[in-house]
């Protein structure tokens, strides 16, 4: 087995302006922990994320909850995510990836680990994609579990009609991600909003800087979307790092107090509270 060297992402630094309320949750964040090599069909692991590199950027942040993303890197196979949710306990979640072949038997042991969620990805190196997506629906539904759907919000109109036939809660990923960014007013946000209206999805404030074009610390783009979206439903929106932001070449590698910080421009004190912990509380089960 080849040795993924040890991670050499910044971990410390100075502490975000925005002073996280008791229960706030990182709702996506990914973790590469050694003894997991990397998958036929998905991205190299350059190097190791584990559980104590996070627990320092989670010190950092003020974050008392996560929720774990199943990487692409795995494809398939959960081994690395559910080892990492057995390692982080009662304050974490997981979001796995689950075919139409997955049986329940395996799905009831992910839940009591922690699991909550499947992930449908419908960008390069996605392990299940949409065309699984109705199926893959039917096979969580009995586990009260939500879809995380991430694609090109620019192609909006391929996949609307499969999210608004789901009848269980899913989520929009990294605000929409639309690649290059469309304005607030955009006729696709104006579909996100009405598929929000509906009280099945939600909206995630997260990895602006893999579509933004504006660049940060502000991501005025793609936070002109995010704004429009808070503004309308506070109460279907959650937020997360994204870390350790795999892809992201080291002289662009975004600060993660930063990232937790563009919630103070986006977001007023009443939505910061929904969006970090009361939203999460829901969606994730957390007490």
């Excluded at 040890?6 to 973790?31: E, Q, S, V, W, Y």
């Excluded at 660049?215 to 439903?233: C, E, F, L, S």
């Excluded at 919630?263 to 007023?268: F, P, Q, R, T």
Aim: proline letters at 9%; one cysteine or more.
């Amino acid at each position: 087995m080849i040795a993924i060297p040890a991670n050499t992402r910044p971990l410390d630094g100075p502490p975000p302006r925005l002073t996280a309320p008791a229960g706030a949750t990182d709702c996506h964040i990914h973790l590469y922990p050694p003894g997991f090599p990397s998958r036929p069909g998905g991205p190299a692991i350059a190097e190791l994320g584990t559980v104590e590199d996070y627990r320092r950027v989670q010190q950092r942040l003020g974050l008392e909850r996560v929720v774990v993303t199943q990487s692409n890197a795995y494809q398939q196979d959960n081994g690395a995510l559910l080892a990492s949710l057995d390692r982080l306990g009662e304050t974490a979640r997981g979001v796995a990836a689950v075919t139409p072949e997955t049986p329940s038997t395996q799905l009831r042991d992910w839940h009591d680990r922690g699991v909550r969620g499947a992930r449908v990805m419908n960008l390069p190196g996605g392990a299940v994609t949409h065309a699984d997506m109705p199926a893959v629906e039917r096979r969580i539904r009995p586990f009260g579990w939500h879809l995380m759907v991430q694609f090109n919000g620019r192609h909006l109109d391929t996949y609307r009609d499969g999210l608004e036939r789901l009848e269980g809660d899913y989520i929009i990923d990294h605000i929409g991600k639309f690649m290059p960014p469309v304005p607030a007013d955009d006729y696709r946000v104006d579909a996100i909003v009405r598929l929000l209206d509906r009280g099945n999805a939600w909206f995630k404030i997260c990895g602006g800087y893999e579509a933004s074009v504006t660049g940060g610390p502000d991501y005025a783009d793609v936070g002109a979307i995010a704004r429009r979206i808070i503004r309308h439903a506070p109460e279907r929106v959650i937020w997360g790092s994204n870390w350790p932001h795999v892809g992201v070449p080291r002289a662009e590698y975004p600060d993660d107090a930063e990232q937790l910080d563009i919630l103070l421009d986006w977001a007023d004190a009443e939505a910061r509270q929904r969006i970090l912990v009361d939203n999460p509380a829901a969606l994730y089960g957390f007490e």
